[in-house]
């Protein structure tokens, strides 16, 4: 008597990479975040928070996952966040350093300098799905 075992969402999913020759890679079992979160120098985001452009390419793995009836328990967008902030500075050397810039820059030049640096800190999202088995799988990547 021959048993079938049934497939996974972890392996369905799997072999709809392998079949489509798409680079989706397992990168192990993890709870589903309930807030964003960074794990060293990345930025794990639910993707109904996150708000960067999803390129078309993703989306039709996207759809193609939907119309083999695969329902990924969650997605996540995971952004390469390195740290830019160097260790904290005693009361001293950040009085005489912040001083002469503050009166160069004002307010605009303050509001343009943080708003450059966030940009470039959040660069190569990655899409991840969550099966129903906890594993995350990742299912593209792309370079803003």
Do not use: C
Not at 58 to 72: F, K, N
Not at 97 to 104: G, M, Q
Not at 123 to 134: K, Q, R, S, Y
Request: a negative charge; charged letters at 20%.
């Amino acid at each position: 008597m021959q048993t079938k075992t049934l497939a996974t969402q972890t392996q369905l999913l799997m072999d709809i990479g392998q079949r489509n020759n798409w680079n989706f890679v397992n990168l192990g079992k993890a709870p589903i975040p309930e807030q964003p979160v960074r794990a060293g120098e990345w930025l794990i985001i639910s993707a109904m928070e996150d708000t960067s452009p999803i390129p078309r390419k993703t989306m039709q793995r996207i759809q193609a996952i939907y119309q083999e009836g695969i329902r990924p328990l969650h997605w996540v967008v995971v952004h390469e966040a390195p740290f830019l902030l160097s260790a904290p500075k005693t009361e001293e050397q950040k009085k005489s350093r912040i001083l002469p810039y503050l009166a160069l820059l004002g307010g605009l030049g303050v509001w343009l300098a943080t708003t450059i640096i966030t940009t470039a800190a959040i660069v190569d999202p990655i899409l991840i799905a969550i099966t129903p088995e906890f594993d995350w799988i990742e299912i593209d990547r792309w370079f803003d």
